[in-house]
């Protein structure tokens, strides 16, 4: 058996002095597409947050192994690196930085780390053009600033670009449905999709089910309180869909 | 050593008794006069409270004439030849270069011409307008400017044409073994329904460039008239530079301003516009920038003494290590200037510690029915745009750099001229000049 993308064991969080995830244990295996569902204030947003090593986010106890490492001695930018991506609820507005030059010097930062040559400019540019396209963006899209002024959708289909591009092994998708309309979230649900793979393992994290019928998970848990208090296959987004989350509480 | 304010006066006046060839300059003797009145400007003076006069109180730029020296054309190319399809005008530490410029065909229209070889009609056009818009008695620098200055550019755009290429006005300043002064001028005359756009670039050739600049320029806008002004102070640190410049608009009159300022060891920017007409227009966007020990003041005066006309003045400014900026920009609604819309805003990034800003947004309106905000800020990088880029593989030393070019390339990218644009890149690029790395990104194209 293959040593598993991710192990969270136990772990215990806290923001402010509040604790936020209270003994979260979950193991990903490669290639596998969990989804963590939960009411609002459940710490969905947190488990991300925290695997991808946002400051603010006080890890009290547990541990994080992430392909055989302790994940939490990273840095950001080493996780994203190692191939931990984030593709962020809210994405920032970086206004006077075309969206190019930031894939670019992302690229750039994680090629070097593999080791892999750098992407001159032109073969870069003709890369992301044909990711844009894949995503129905339209090439002017990489000219603007990094999500100046874009719709919840585009900002999210940005989101995928750039996943699309750095091409890494765990994915953390949080609530990449939020804001967006049927439309767009088929789209963003492609662009994920196009994406799978044997290796390349995702956590989604939704409200919703809707995302889940685009994107369908292998597993399903849900989290309440901080901790996950069920799981289970595709069909336990369907019944929470239907019971809603007081069924679990 | 230091000297006083008055032994500095002393030395300016000693300096301005050279001839000039200029005499005909009806402005030069009410100049002299109101020089000879004036005081040089203390911390106790308002309008100079940030920014001290040392550098020209202990080092001697003003027993020297500065002198064009010797410069190769290629290498003096290199600072200016990016801009194409310009009219080029070239002077050097102060001083014209015929070698270097390129504007023969507006000399023989008579758009373009040097004060030194104005002929009778532009002489007495010269005359009419010089010291008109620019209030002497409320800046010593212009004062002693025109009392004294070396020689001046004259544009004259004829009633109803448009120039179609831009005209590039190169103040060049070079390596000096010694301190020394240069006084030039400037006089745009845009008559009724003429259109142009002028772009001047303060650039150096060489580090050290031990240079006091006092430049003072007035354009007039008659009506109907536009002007696209692109400016850029690049030069190197070592050079002091103090620029008047003077606007007046006529009714419908439009005038665009872009900047960028990079700071120096002094560097004082006033800029002055009165409305005139109804219905005149002005924008002015600006961005500076300040490191090191660098000093950068910028003045801004918008006087709306007539109905129905407009401004918008957007500064930014990037502060960091032990430099000093001082942004001062005043709107002044007189009271019969009802439906006025004018808005100011000065955004700041400070970034170290030892790092000061002085802002101050002044709005004054008497009037009853306009429409005016103004406001100014003062912050640090953002953290969530941090975390960003470090969540894409981005160190954070690279990161903030990408937000600092970010922050002031939203204002380069307002420039309405690629190849301008570019010039400044490769400028900002050497500002920031740790960041190598970032010039390739900065260059993508799409």
């Known amino acids: 058996m293959s040593e598993p993308m991710l192990v969270v064991k136990d772990l215990v ?10 003994g979260i244990s979950l193991t990903v295996n490669p290639g596998e597409v969990h989804a963590i569902m939960g009411p609002n204030g459940s710490g969905k947003s947190t488990l991300a947050n925290v695997l991808s090593g946002r400051d603010g986010y006080q890890v009290v106890s547990g541990e994080v192994i992430y392909k055989g490492q302790n994940l939490m001695e990273l840095e950001p930018e080493e996780r994203a690196r190692e191939g931990i991506f984030l593709a962020f609820q809210y994405p920032v507005e970086i206004p006077g930085v075309s969206n190019m030059q930031f894939l670019k010097a992302s690229v750039d930062a994680v090629r070097a780390h593999r080791g892999d040559e750098e992407l001159d400019s032109p073969a870069f540019m003709k890369l992301a053009r044909e990711k844009c396209k894949s995503l129905n963006l339209k090439p002017e899209f990489l000219k603007r600033g990094v999500n100046e002024g874009f719709s919840g959708g585009e900002k999210k289909r940005n989101e995928i670009l750039q996943m699309a591009l750095l091409e890494p092994s765990l994915a953390l998708l949080d609530e990449t449905d939020s804001g967006l309309d049927i439309d767009a979230l088929q789209v963003a649900a492609e662009g994920v999709n196009a994406l799978r ?28 309180g901080g901790k996950i208090v069920k799981s289970g296959g595709r069909e336990l987004a369907l019944e929470l869909e239907e019971k809603g989350y007081s069924w679990i509480q | 050593m230091m000297i006083s304010p008055q032994e500095l006066k002393q030395q300016i006046t000693a300096a301005n008794q050279q001839k000039t060839g200029l005499e ?64 080029r005008i070239v002077f050097v530490n ?38 008109t818009v620019c209030k002497l008695e409320q800046h010593v620098f212009a004062a002693a400017n025109y009392s004294a200055m070396q020689d001046g550019v004259l544009i004259h755009a004829a009633a109803n044409t448009k120039l179609e290429q831009p ?45 006091f600049h006092n430049h003072n320029a007035e354009l007039v806008l008659k009506p109907n008239s536009r002007l696209l ?41 006033d800029i002055h516009v009165n409305f005139n007409g109804n219905n005149a227009y002005c924008r002015l966007n600006g961005v500076f920038l300040s490191k090191h020990k660098q000093h950068i003041d910028n003045h801004l005066n918008l006087e709306h003494a007539v109905p129905h006309c407009n401004s918008d003045t957007v500064y930014k400014g990037f502060i960091t290590d032990q430099s000093r900026a001082v942004f001062n920009g005043r709107i002044h609604i007189h009271k019969h200037a009802q439906k006025t819309e004018a808005h100011l805003n000065n955004k700041n990034l400070l970034l170290s510690n030892k790092a000061e800003l002085d802002t101050k947004p002044e709005l004054e309106i008497y009037a009853d029915d306009v ?7 003062i912050g640090q990088l953002d953290e969530k745009s941090l975390f960003y880029f470090q969540s894409r593989g981005i160190d954070r030393a690279t990161a903030e750099a990408m937000l600092c070019l ?41």
């Open chain 1, 197 to 224: 793979n044997e290796q390349r393992s995702f956590i989604v994290v939704t409200h919703y089910q809707r995302l889940l019928n685009y994107i369908v998970p292998d597993y399903v848990h849900v989290l309440a």
């Open chain 1, 13 to 22: 969080a806290e923001v402010d002095g509040k604790t936020i995830l209270n």
């Open chain 2, 24 to 87: 005909w300059l009806s402005v030069a003797e009410k100049a002299n006069t109101v020089f000879a009145q004036a005081s040089i400007p203390t911390r106790k003076t308002e309008e100079w409270k940030y920014s001290p006069l040392t550098p020209l109180l202990t080092q001697d730029f003003f027993s020297v004439q500065s002198q064009s020296g010797k410069l190769e054309k290629s290498a003096a190319e290199t600072v200016y030849g990016e801009i194409q399809n310009a009219h």
């Open chain 2, 371 to 377: 429409k005016c905000s103004h406001g100014a800020s």
């Open chain 2, 406 to 446: 970010g922050f002031v390339n939203e204002m380069v990218e307002l420039f309405p001229n690629q190849q301008v644009q570019s010039v400044i890149t490769e400028r900002l690029a050497r500002f920031f000049n740790d960041v190598d790395k970032l010039k390739s990104l900065w260059s993508l194209e799409s």
């Open chain 2, 94 to 131: 102060g001083l014209f270069s015929q070698e270097l410029s390129d504007c023969s065909d507006l000399e023989n229209q008579g758009v373009l011409t040097l004060f030194s070889n104005c002929n009778d009609e532009q002489r007495s056009l010269v005359n009419e307008h010089l010291g």
């Open chain 2, 229 to 269: 002004h692109l400016r850029m102070q690049v030069e190197d640190e070592a050079l002091c530079h103090v620029n008047g410049l003077h606007i007046q608009l006529a009714q419908d009159s439009h005038y665009e301003q872009h900047s960028i300022n990079l700071g120096s060891q002094l560097k004082r920017n």
């Open chain 2, 167 to 211: 005209i590039h006005l190169v103040f060049l300043s070079s390596e000096q073994s010694t301190p020394s002064h240069a006084q030039t001028n400037l006089l745009v005359v845009a008559e009724t329904g003429a259109e142009l756009q002028l772009i001047e670039q303060y650039d150096s050739l060489g580090q050290q460039v031990q240079l």
